[in-house]
């Protein structure tokens, strides 16, 4: 059963860098795909990028595209957002999220989340 637990966001001025890991201490991670998701206070959920079981495939939204990179580790079963050029409409919670099937780039697609860690982009 997969577990998730997120680590890494903070304050940040605009245009910084923040590094998002996400440690699973379940026995099928790479099996899974992956995904970071976020969300807004008073607002949905909104997926942001996703990565399959073997880093074939990487996704992401347009918002996000050439700023993010998402990355994983199979064997440390984690699963990493570096986050460049941040803006502050990027202020989330960020999510992990973990997909048995589909390219995990649709909510109902999720099958386990982790508790999300705040990333606030201000000067």
């Known amino acids: 059963e997969v577990r998730l637990v997120e680590s890494g966001g903070g304050l940040v001025q605009p245009g910084g860098s923040l590094r998002l890991s996400c440690a699973d201490s379940g026995f099928y991670f790479s099996l899974y795909t992956m995904a970071w998701v976020r969300q807004a206070p008073g607002k949905g959920l909104e997926w942001v990028t996703s990565?399959?079981?073997?880093?074939?495939?990487?996704y992401y939204a347009d918002s996000v595209k050439g700023r993010f990179t998402i990355s994983r580790d199979n064997a440390k079963k984690m699963v990493y957002l570096q986050m460049n050029n941040l803006r502050p409409d990027d202020t989330d919670m960020y999510y992990c999220?973990?997909?048995?099937?589909?390219?995990?780039?649709?909510?109902?697609?999720?099958?386990?989340w982790g508790q999300g860690t705040q990333v606030t982009v201000s000067s």
């Open positions: 999220a973990a997909c048995s099937s589909g390219s995990c780039s649709v909510i109902p697609d999720v099958n386990v």
């Open positions: 990565i399959d079981s073997g880093s074939s495939n990487t």
